[in-house]
């Protein structure tokens, strides 16, 4: 267990901006929800409730959605950087990429089909 838990963040990396996860879909149940990184955690926000996807040591550097806002991307730079994919639904872990060897990502991206990062 965590001797302190994360309740709520203020405030925004704003080079990394803020990207909308809502949905307008007739399909499936309407999502009104924000992603957008405070440090190193990256936050999934509606009107309501936050959602910490804790898992990076240094502070996110970029962020992205894939077409379908179904799966997120966040990276970060410096010692033990790592590119994590997210599940937007269960808000969780996908996989974990570590790019210390390279100093980190700079930016990041997913192909259309959010087949590729």
């Given amino acids: 267990s965590k001797p ?8 925004f990396e ?3 901006g803020v990207i909308s996860l809502s949905s ?5 149940e309407q999502r009104q929800e924000l992603f957008y990184a405070c440090s190193n955690v990256g936050v999934v926000e509606n009107l309501s409730d936050q959602t910490h996807l ?11 959605a894939s077409f ?12 033990n950087s790592a590119l994590i994919v997210w599940d937007v ?3 969780s872990k996908v996989k974990t990429y570590s790019t210390s ?17």
Wanted: some cysteine; glycine content about 10%; aromatic content about 4%.
């Fill in 4 to 11: 302190l838990q994360l309740r709520r963040t203020l405030g």
């Fill in 14 to 16: 704003s080079s990394c």
């Fill in 24 to 28: 307008d879909s007739e399909v499936e």
């Fill in 54 to 64: 804790e898992g990076h040591d240094n502070m996110i550097t970029s962020i992205c």
């Fill in 68 to 79: 379908d806002k179904r799966t997120i991307v966040s990276s970060c730079q410096g010692k």
């Fill in 89 to 91: 639904e269960q808000h």
């Fill in 101 to 117: 060897l390279y100093g980190g990502a700079v930016a990041v991206d997913t192909s259309h089909d959010g087949q590729y990062v």
